[in-house]
């Protein structure tokens, strides 16, 4: 039987190498390689084409879920198991559009990970830590009310930086380069966020955007 092809993507030196070593000695899985960053995860993806990436949710310079989705365009068979802090929030939006196969925290043993590699490659069935099941329920319970009450925000798939983004935009009125430098990145890049937002949102400009982010309830009116 072929091994299973890991690719390993998490912000932790010690952890990253140390699980990548414990991986190793498993007969069944070959760890391709290991990653630190969103960018370095998708150009490695690309590369070397995993049966499954294992993720971490707090990845640099890009965030987990974009990086998913790039690699997601190009390699659809590629399963993902986001890996989370057992007691960090959950960005739920940002887990759902991920469409992991697994979600677990890194209290996993390392007999449990093996288990859920296997079982989200050869059966292709969703595994879920127990917290982040519940965590989920909680969140469509909240979904569930919000809507019997008509008080649903606009969902239009926007990444997590996406949202920092136009909230800077909206409420505050930022340009391009006081968004840069509130959020620690280019004006490049906060050109190519601007991008997606005006084509997810269907809008041309940025003041279209900021009036029904505030309109949608996309962000709060109050505070812009």
């Known amino acids: 039987m072929e091994k299973i092809k890991v690719l390993l993507a998490d912000s932790q030196a010690i952890f990253r190498e140390g699980l990548a070593k414990l991986l190793a000695d498993s007969p069944d899985i070959e ?26 949710m707090e990845l640099t310079n890009c965030e987990y879920d974009e990086a998913a ?9 590629t399963r993902f198991i986001i890996l989370a802090q057992p007691h960090k929030d959950l ?8 469409e992991a196969m697994a979600y677990i925290t890194k209290k996993v043993t390392l007999e449990r990970l093996i288990e859920i590699i296997d079982t989200v490659y050869n059966k292709g069935d969703l595994c879920l830590a127990p917290q982040i099941a519940a965590k989920l329920l909680e969140t469509f319970t909240l979904w569930g009310k919000s809507i019997e009450e008509g008080q649903l925000r606009y969902d239009l798939g926007l990444s997590k930086r996406e949202m920092e983004v136009l909230n800077l935009l909206a409420q505050k009125g930022m340009t391009n380069r006081e968004i840069a430098s509130t959020l620690y990145i280019t004006e490049s890049t906060v050109k190519t966020h601007l991008s997606n937002i005006l084509a997810k949102m269907h809008v ?9 982010a505030r309109e949608k309830g996309i962000v709060s009116k109050a505070d812009s």
């Open 204 to 212: 041309h400009n940025r003041r279209q955007a900021a009036v029904m």
């Open 91 to 98: 960005d739920i939006p940002s887990i759902l559009r991920v």
């Open 69 to 77: 989705q790039h690699i997601k365009e190009v390699l659809p068979e």
């Open 31 to 56: 760890v391709l390689s290991t990653c630190s960053s969103g960018f370095e995860t998708i150009q490695k993806a690309m590369e070397l084409k995993p049966d499954v990436i294992l993720l971490d």
